[in-house]
């Protein structure tokens, strides 16, 4: 993601990096985990085997590593898992969020409508702030913003194993944006063949996918090579709303014995027409598709036109390394480096900036004051992310215990340039008009214990404490300037309690307490407060041999919660608050049915009341105390279902549905507010064919989105402003509302051929 304020990237040393440090850096990293995925293939092959064998240490050191990361049956957590076999008949290009529409208690929506470029996700009507990723149990979310723009790894989900999600307080090993829910992704394990694999897809929209993957399978048992190289080009529902996406993975593994290492480099270059604007309420029913973006007026108001540049370029690059060592059938350690570089900028033609806030001069032509220019913008956004994680980890008869620690450090440049102005005034060439410099330092520790008291019961603790140092200091956009320095200094219990009725049923009862600091947003907003979340969690899993369910009863109450206020910054980025004492009650049901051997259901359900306590609003001048009111982006309604026919290994159908109930888009519960409910269905086909001479495999996918063309919107924005000029010694409070119309039936049509 370029500058929409956000990316991350880090330092393990908590120095000043100067810039030519940090190019050095970068260089070594790069140099060095080239080395590592490179140097892999000139071990002697005739090295001494291990005692244990080969595939019984890979399953095991590949388990080890997952059982630290990620929550289990034994433990008192709701989650839902995903697997690359779940992912694979929907993967034809559009980002991650979207293929995970279908889980509990989870809202996706889509800028461009399609689902490809820039798409969000909130879980149990958190967002992406409050959903923490991690990637091979490195912190994804942006330092400064604490989102996540998926946009900046177009076509991960081919790479990807598996996929954990955690609703409710996560995990310690999922770091500190776990608010809402928590998203642990493990990328592909070594494969023991080796393998080509060529897949292309298109569809509506003139959406275009290339994807090209490899491995050269274990090597003298112990070395492996893959990659993927991947495109993706789409015009978007949305008018002008393209995506231009580039994609790279390269992955090196050795693994003898009870070691494991992996070297990763991935990343992606993605340019996006932009699209956050939205439609007002008469341009949803007269032109739903316009975009407001690159307008260019000429002097009378006329409309001549639209930017053809008006775009995100972003690129970011990630290098990773984990070594996995095993001690004994207990013990066992892992240790993980990670480095992002994100550099890029979003480009904005703007009819009228002020020459002051561009720190220029105003021109005097003859009598006549210029103080405005129509003009070009670029705003930049240079960062630098490093984390080291570690974690011990043994593995009794009772007895399971994680220890780990976290060390983390961001620092992030901020700037703005002057592309073209009409008038340019006293303008050098790329003249800046801001800049500044944020920095977030990061430390935790944290230790889990999951002991089985006896035959029925199984007692889970997690504690964690985190140290978050923040600056930020230089001059923004509009003379204005951001002066921060805050520390904060969290502990986070988790305890909780397991009874098992059955080998195949569990019913859990737990409490976790999660604090988290406010993000960049939200100092420039004002002088905001932490946040401090209860989160009580009550449920039920079983999973027998055609009928698994679980049914999960939660309470999250908030101090200080910052909610979304429905609107939207100067650069599209949500608007957040302070809002006191607030409350999440719900409900989550999720179920997986054998109906016959061939037919497969798995619903799920999520029921819930959002609420604001004693909300006060200033309406016409007069602070108002509301009383209880909805929290925004909160549906008290989400259900999905996934319909599945394999009448064989090679052939399956899958009818997908998802309503997403009634919301607010503000805090007010004003009927302008609303967004609608929907209800949509998509028809997902797969076929797969082969071995056919030396081709080992064909797949077919045919995606089938929104197949009954419902009209609905998924997103939106709610704000207010104060008239105090129309009516002489009178307030009156005026609403506006924005929303992201969705496409209509749409198809993706893929196939794939490995070799």
Same mark, same amino acid.
């Given at each position: 993601?370029?500058?929409?304020?956000v990316?991350?990237?880090?330092?393990?040393?908590?120095?000043?990096?100067?810039?030519?440090?940090?190019?050095?850096?970068?260089?070594?990293?790069?140099?060095?985990?080239?080395?590592?995925?490179?140097?892999?293939?000139?071990?002697?092959?005739?090295?001494?085997?291990?005692?244990?064998?080969?595939?019984?240490?890979?399953?095991?050191?590949?388990?080890?590593s997952?059982?630290?990361?990620?929550?289990?049956?034994?433990?008192?957590?709701?989650?839902?898992?995903?697997?690359?076999?779940?992912?694979?008949?929907?993967?034809?290009?559009?980002?991650?969020?979207?293929?995970?529409?279908?889980?509990p208690?989870? !809202?996706?929506?889509?800028?461009?409508?399609?689902?490809?470029?820039?798409?969000?996700?909130?879980?149990?009507?958190?967002?992406?702030?409050?959903?923490?990723?991690?990637i091979?149990?490195?912190?994804?979310?942006?330092?400064?913003?604490?989102?996540?723009?998926?946009?900046?790894?177009?076509?991960?989900?081919?790479?990807?194993?598996?996929?954990?999600?955690?609703?409710?307080?996560?995990?310690? &090993?999922?770091?500190?944006?776990?608010?809402?829910?928590?998203?642990?992704?493990?990328?592909?394990?070594?494969?023991?063949e080796?393998y080509?694999?060529?897949?292309?897809?298109?569809?509506?929209?003139? &959406?275009?996918?290339?994807s090209?993957?490899?491995?050269?399978?274990?090597?003298?048992?112990?070395?492996?090579?893959?990659?993927?190289?991947?495109?993706?080009?789409?015009?978007?529902?949305?008018?002008?709303?393209?995506?231009?996406?580039?994609?790279?993975?390269?992955?090196?593994?050795?693994?003898?014995?009870? &070691?494991?290492?992996? %070297?990763?480099?991935?990343g992606?270059?993605?340019?996006?027409?932009?699209?956050?604007?939205?439609?007002?309420?008469y341009?949803?029913?007269?032109?739903?598709?316009?975009?407001?973006?690159?307008?260019?007026?000429?002097?009378?108001? =006329?409309?001549?036109?639209?930017?053809?540049?008006q775009?995100?370029?972003?690129?970011?690059?990630?290098?990773?390394?984990?070594? $996995?060592?095993?001690?004994?059938? $207990?013990?066992?350690? /892992?240790?993980?480096?990670?480095?992002?570089?994100?550099?890029g900028?979003?480009?904005?033609?703007? =009819?009228s900036?002020?020459?002051?806030?561009l720190r220029?001069d105003?021109? /005097?032509?003859?009598?006549?004051?210029?103080?405005? &220019?129509?003009?070009?913008?670029?705003?930049?956004?240079?960062?630098?992310?490093?984390?080291?994680?570690?974690n011990?980890?043994?593995?009794?008869?009772?007895?399971?215990?994680?220890?780990?620690?976290?060390?983390?450090n961001?620092?992030? @440049?901020?700037?703005?340039?002057?592309?073209?102005?009409?008038?340019a005034?006293?303008?050098?060439?790329?003249?800046?008009?801001?800049?500044?410099?944020?920095?977030?330092?990061?430390?935790?520790?944290?230790?889990?214990? +999951?002991h089985?008291?006896?035959?029925?019961?199984?007692?889970?603790?997690?504690?964690?404490y985190?140290? !978050?140092d923040?600056? %930020?200091?230089?001059?923004? =956009?509009?003379?204005?300037?951001?002066?921060?320095?805050?520390?904060? $200094?969290?502990?986070?219990?988790?305890?909780?309690?397991?009874?098992?009725?059955d080998?195949?049923t569990?019913?859990?009862?737990?409490?976790?307490?999660?604090?988290?600091?406010p993000?960049?947003?939200?100092?420039?907003?004002?002088?905001?407060?932490?946040?401090?979340? $209860?989160?009580?969690?009550?449920?039920?899993?079983?999973?027998?041999?055609?009928?698994?369910?679980?049914?999960?009863?939660?309470?999250?109450?908030?101090?200080?919660?910052?909610?979304?206020?429905?609107?939207?910054?100067?650069?599209?980025?949500?608007?957040?608050?302070?809002?006191?004492?607030?409350y999440?009650?719900?409900?989550?049901?999720?179920?997986?049915?054998a109906?016959?051997?061939?037919?497969?259901?798995?619903?799920?359900?999520?029921?819930?009341? =959002?609420?604001?306590?004693?909300?006060?609003?200033?309406?016409?001048?007069?602070?108002?105390n509301?009383? @209880?009111?909805?929290?925004?982006?909160?549906?008290?309604?989400?259900?999905?279902?996934?319909?599945?026919?394999?009448?064989?290994?090679?052939?399956?159908?899958?009818?997908?549905?998802?309503? !997403?109930?009634?919301?607010?888009?503000?805090?007010?519960?004003?009927?302008?507010s609303?967004?609608?409910?929907?209800?949509?269905?998509d028809?997902?086909?797969?076929?797969?064919i082969?071995?056919?001479?030396? !081709?080992?495999?064909?797949d077919?996918?045919?995606?089938?989105n929104?197949?009954?063309?419902t009209?609905?919107?998924?997103?939106?924005?709610?704000?207010?402003?104060?008239? +105090?000029?129309?009516?002489?010694?009178?307030?009156?409070?005026?609403?506006?509302?924005?929303?992201?119309?969705?496409?209509?039936?749409?198809?993706?049509?893929?196939a794939?051929?490995?070799?």
């Amino acid at each position: 993601m370029p500058p929409r304020e956000v990316d991350c990237l880090f330092i393990l040393s908590t120095r000043i990096v100067t810039p030519l440090f940090v190019k050095q850096v970068r260089m070594r990293i790069t140099v060095f985990i080239c080395s590592c995925v490179l140097g892999l293939t000139s071990i002697n092959a005739q090295e001494q085997q291990a005692k244990d064998s080969l595939a019984t240490t890979t399953i095991s050191l590949e388990e080890v590593s997952v059982a630290g990361l990620r929550a289990r049956k034994d433990q008192p957590l709701s989650f839902s898992e995903v697997t690359k076999e779940d992912l694979k008949a929907r993967n034809l290009g559009q980002d991650l969020p979207i293929l995970l529409n279908f889980l509990p208690s989870v !809202v996706t929506t889509s800028d461009a409508g399609a689902g490809i470029g820039y798409t969000g996700i909130r879980v149990r009507g958190s967002d992406a702030t409050r959903v923490n990723v991690t990637i091979n149990g490195i912190p994804y979310n942006d330092a400064e913003s604490q989102g996540t723009f998926w946009v900046n790894m177009p076509d991960f989900a081919s790479s990807v194993e598996s996929i954990q999600l955690q609703r409710g307080v996560g995990t310690s &090993t999922n770091g500190s944006s776990a608010f809402g829910a928590s998203l642990n992704v493990l990328t592909n394990a070594a494969s023991q063949e080796a393998y080509a694999q060529i897949s292309n897809s298109a569809g509506s929209f003139g &959406t275009l996918r290339h994807s090209l993957k490899f491995s050269t399978g274990l090597l003298n048992d112990k070395i492996e090579i893959a990659g993927r190289l991947g495109s993706i080009a789409s015009n978007g529902y949305i008018d002008r709303a393209s995506s231009d996406l580039k994609s790279y993975f390269l992955q090196g593994v050795y693994q003898e014995g009870n &070691t494991l290492i992996k %070297a990763l480099v991935f990343g992606g270059h993605e340019i996006t027409y932009q699209s956050w604007f939205g439609v007002d309420p008469y341009t949803l029913e007269n032109d739903r598709t316009y975009n407001f973006a690159g307008e260019i007026y000429d002097d009378n108001g =006329n409309l001549n036109g639209y930017y053809d540049n008006q775009v995100d370029n972003y690129k970011q690059d990630h290098y990773q390394l984990h070594w $996995n060592q095993r001690y004994d059938n $207990n013990w066992s350690s /892992s240790v993980g480096l990670n480095y992002t570089y994100g550099r890029g900028f979003y480009e904005e033609y703007e =009819n009228s900036l002020s020459l002051s806030d561009l720190r220029l001069d105003e021109l /005097s032509v003859g009598s006549t004051s210029i103080g405005e &220019t129509a003009g070009v913008i670029q705003k930049w956004l240079d960062n630098d992310f490093y984390v080291l994680t570690t974690n011990l980890h043994h593995q009794g008869a009772q007895t399971d215990l994680v220890f780990g620690m976290l060390m983390s450090n961001y620092q992030g @440049d901020h700037f703005g340039n002057l592309v073209w102005a009409r008038y340019a005034s006293n303008a050098q060439p790329k003249h800046e008009f801001y800049r500044n410099k944020g920095e977030k330092k990061e430390f935790s520790l944290f230790g889990k214990i +999951t002991h089985q008291l006896n035959d029925s019961f199984t007692a889970y603790a997690d504690l964690q404490y985190r140290r !978050v140092d923040y600056t %930020a200091m230089g001059s923004l =956009n509009e003379l204005g300037s951001i002066d921060i320095a805050d520390d904060f $200094n969290f502990f986070n219990p988790k305890l909780g309690l397991t009874f098992h009725a059955d080998e195949n049923t569990q019913v859990y009862a737990s409490y976790a307490k999660a604090q988290r600091e406010p993000n960049r947003s939200d100092y420039e907003n004002g002088s905001p407060r932490p946040e401090l979340l $209860n989160d009580f969690e009550l449920g039920y899993r079983s999973a027998g041999e055609r009928l698994k369910w679980s049914a999960n009863l939660y309470y999250m109450g908030y101090k200080d919660q910052l909610v979304l206020t429905g609107e939207l910054d100067d650069v599209g980025a949500p608007v957040r608050q302070n809002v006191g004492d607030s409350y999440r009650l719900g409900l989550e049901i999720e179920g997986s049915i054998a109906l016959t051997n061939q037919l497969l259901w798995q619903p799920n359900l999520s029921l819930s009341r =959002n609420k604001n306590r004693d909300f006060k609003f200033q309406r016409d001048g007069q602070l108002q105390n509301l009383g @209880d009111t909805n929290i925004s982006y909160s549906p008290s309604i989400i259900g999905g279902s996934n319909l599945v026919y394999a009448p064989s290994t090679q052939f399956q159908i899958g009818f997908l549905s998802k309503y !997403v109930g009634e919301q607010y888009l503000g805090n007010i519960d004003a009927d302008l507010s609303k967004l609608d409910a929907y209800f949509i269905n998509d028809i997902n086909i797969r076929y797969a064919i082969g071995p056919l001479g030396w !081709v080992k495999a064909i797949d077919f996918s045919l995606l089938v989105n929104n197949v009954f063309d419902t009209t609905f919107e998924s997103n939106g924005y709610f704000y207010t402003y104060d008239d +105090t000029w129309s009516t002489p010694n009178q307030t009156t409070t005026i609403e506006g509302v924005g929303y992201y119309p969705q496409a209509g039936t749409n198809f993706l049509l893929g196939a794939s051929f490995r070799f």
